[in-house]
C-alpha cells in the first residue's frame, strides 16, 4: 500500500516475509567412486563459490537464487564436486526504494543460506563423505565485491 506518490504510509512496518522457498537444482558428482572413499593422506582442498541472483516477480514479490558450486580435490584427483541453486520468494513491503536491492541482496540469502548448508551437508554425507559444513557467508563483504565488480565493469 502506498500513500499515492509511491512511497509507503507514514508508520507503516517494514515486512519481509517468505513466501516459498525451494531447491531450483542440485547436482553431487563423485566421479571416481569407490577409489575417492578411501581413507586420504591428506586433507582435500574445497573450493566453494557463492553467488545471489533476484528476479522481480510482482511490485512487492522477489525471487532470489542462492547458488553454491564447491569441489574436493586430492592432488590432481576431484573428490567430489557439487552445484546448488536454492531460491526463496519473498514479499518485501513498505521498504525505500534506496533501501531495496541490499535488502534483497543481503538479507534474503542470508535467511535461504541455512537451508542449502543442510542440503549440502546431506549430498556430501550421501555421497560417502563426511558432511561438508560450510562457514557462514559475509553477505554484506558479497554484496559489496559484487559492487565493486559491477563498477568496474566486470562479471559477477
Known amino acids: 500500500m502506498t500513500n499515492g506518490n509511491g512511497a509507503p504510509p507514514e ?8 513466501l516459498a522457498q525451494y531447491t ?6 563423485n566421479p ?26 510482482a511490485d ?3 525471487e ?21 541453486a536454492y ?3 519473498f514479499r518485501i ?11 534483497i541482496m543481503i538479507e534474503c540469502p542470508r535467511l535461504l543460506f541455512p537451508f542449502a548448508r543442510e542440503i549440502i551437508a546431506t ?10 559444513m560450510l562457514d557462514p557467508v559475509d553477505f554484506v563483504g558479497l554484496y559489496r565485491q559484487n559492487l565493486e565488480r559491477a563498477q568496474q565493469g566486470q562479471p559477477s
Open 93 to 103: 513491503t513498505n521498504i525505500p526504494e534506496e533501501n531495496l536491492h541490499p535488502l
Open 24 to 29: 531450483k537444482d542440485l547436482s553431487f558428482e
Open 123 to 132: 549430498a556430501v554425507r550421501d555421497g560417502g563423505f563426511p558432511p561438508l
Open 11 to 18: 508508520g507503516a512496518p517494514p515486512q519481509l516475509n517468505v
Open 64 to 84: 532470489v537464487t542462492l547458488s553454491i558450486e564447491g569441489k574436493a580435490e586430492s592432488g590432481s584427483s576431484v573428490l567430489f564436486s557439487f552445484e546448488l
Open 32 to 57: 571416481n567412486a569407490p577409489a575417492s572413499l578411501a581413507p586420504q593422506q591428506n586433507q582435500p582442498a574445497i573450493n566453494i563459490q557463492i553467488n545471489v541472483g533476484a528476479n522481480k516477480l
Open 60 to 62: 512487492t514479490e522477489f
Open 87 to 89: 531460491a526463496g520468494v
